[in-house]
């Protein structure tokens, strides 16, 4: 089955610099990458996602890229703030099929330094 | 629109006991994900239903098991309770499960605590 590796488990920056996390998935067939934002005590949520065909995207500050070779993807954070703090989960699945259920990584702990 | 909605927030068991928690998802929403978030292990998948059937299940023991009723809302239980059970217990759901762009959306969780 699939398998979601991701680095690093925790990060601190400084309020403004960009923060990178990077995830590596083992199942060729996966074709939708999800990221989510988990703020302490409270439901993970869907911050941007990507699909195969598609190498990378953006949302104002925040940018997920895809190496389907590679099979790796990485959330971009530029101009961190201090509500970016939480903890970022990567994600991958078969969408639309009977493997259709996320298998999601470690996590990633972020802090940002006012 | 309302949320996924998952009940109770909290709850204490003896090592042992029997618990069953409950998960209501958004409306329209077919299918149901379990999700178990132990303290800095990630959200392990538990049990996907969609349409009444198990779709898939994670690599948990038999003592893990639910249902999913015909109004799509789903039941885990879990038997013969141990410590490390304790965790948080997420329930997500989704349009049916062929569906694409359709991603998952997390209630708020239970809270497992096995003493």
């Known amino acids: 089955g699939e398998n979601v590796e991701q680095h690093p488990s925790t990060l601190s920056v400084q309020e403004g610099d960009s923060a990178v996390i990077k995830c590596t998935y083992s199942d060729s067939a996966s074709n939708y990458f999800p990221w989510y934002k988990q703020e302490l005590g409270k439901r993970p949520q869907l911050i941007i996602d990507?699909?195969?065909?598609?190498g990378e995207k953006k949302d104002q500050r925040i940018a997920v890229t895809l190496n389907k070779t590679a099979k790796h993807f990485s959330l971009h954070i530029t101009e961190t703030q201090p509500e970016d703090s939480a903890v970022y989960f990567c994600a991958a699945s078969i969408e639309g099929g009977s493997q259709g259920n996320l298998i999601f990584g470690k996590g990633t702990k972020l802090s940002v330094k006012p | 629109e309302a949320g996924v909605t998952q009940s109770p927030t909290h709850l204490i068991k003896t090592r042992g006991q029997q618990v069953t928690l409950r998960c209501s998802p958004i409306?329209?929403?077919?299918?149901v994900y379990w999700y178990q978030q132990a303290l800095g292990l990630g959200l392990q998948f538990l049990l996907w239903y969609d349409e009444g059937e198990e779709r898939n299940r994670g690599n948990f023991p038999p003592r893990f098991s639910g249902r999913q009723f015909p109004n799509y809302s789903s039941e885990l239980n879990v038997n013969a309770l141990e410590l490390e059970d304790s965790a948080l217990y997420l329930c997500a759901s989704s349009l049916y499960y062929r569906a694409v762009n359709s991603p998952l959306h997390f209630g708020n969780g239970t809270r497992l605590t096995v003493t």
């Open positions: 409306s329209g929403h077919t299918s």
């Open positions: 990507i699909r195969s065909n598609v």
